[in-house]
Nanobody, 125 residues
Framework: QLQLVESGGGLVQPGGSMRLSCVTSGFTLDYYAMGWFRQAPGKEREGISCIDARAGTYYEDSVKGRFTISRDNAKRTVYLQMDSLKVEDTGVYYC???????????????????WGQGTQVTVSS
């Protein structure tokens, strides 16, 4: 059974940093692309970053230059390092397995993806 468990969320002030972790089990992480989505209050869920099996990465403009996605297959874990956080980054962040990494903005496809339960990130002064 595929499982994704996010952790690392919490309260942080604007301009601060936070690292999210996604511990995976039940599948061979090495061969699959992984992504992070988020859902802000009153907004639709949106894809923000993706990392493929060869460690190639993709970022939407909203987080590009501030967030970094990475993977450690030996630890079966995917990370999202978030720097220079803004109030607009507030939301529930979801780890996604078997996502199709976009090649262009807003072209996310998740027909066979699996989702974690999410972790809350609150950016507030």
């Amino acid at each position: 059974q595929l499982q994704l468990v996010e952790s690392g969320g919490g309260l942080v002030q604007p301009g601060g940093s936070m690292r999210l972790s996604c511990v995976t089990s039940g599948f061979t992480l090495d061969y699959y692309a992984m992504g992070w989505f988020r859902q802000a209050p009153g907004k639709e869920r949106e894809g923000i970053s993706c990392i493929d099996a060869r460690a190639g990465t993709y970022y939407e403009d909203s987080v590009k230059g501030r967030f970094t996605i990475s993977r450690d297959n030996a630890k079966r874990t995917v990370y999202l390092q978030m720097d220079s956080l803004k109030v607009e980054d507030t939301g529930v962040y979801y780890c996604v397995a078997n996502v199709a990494c976009p090649q262009y903005p807003d072209t996310w496809r998740t027909p066979a993806a699996s989702w974690g339960q999410g972790t809350q990130v609150t950016v507030s002064s």
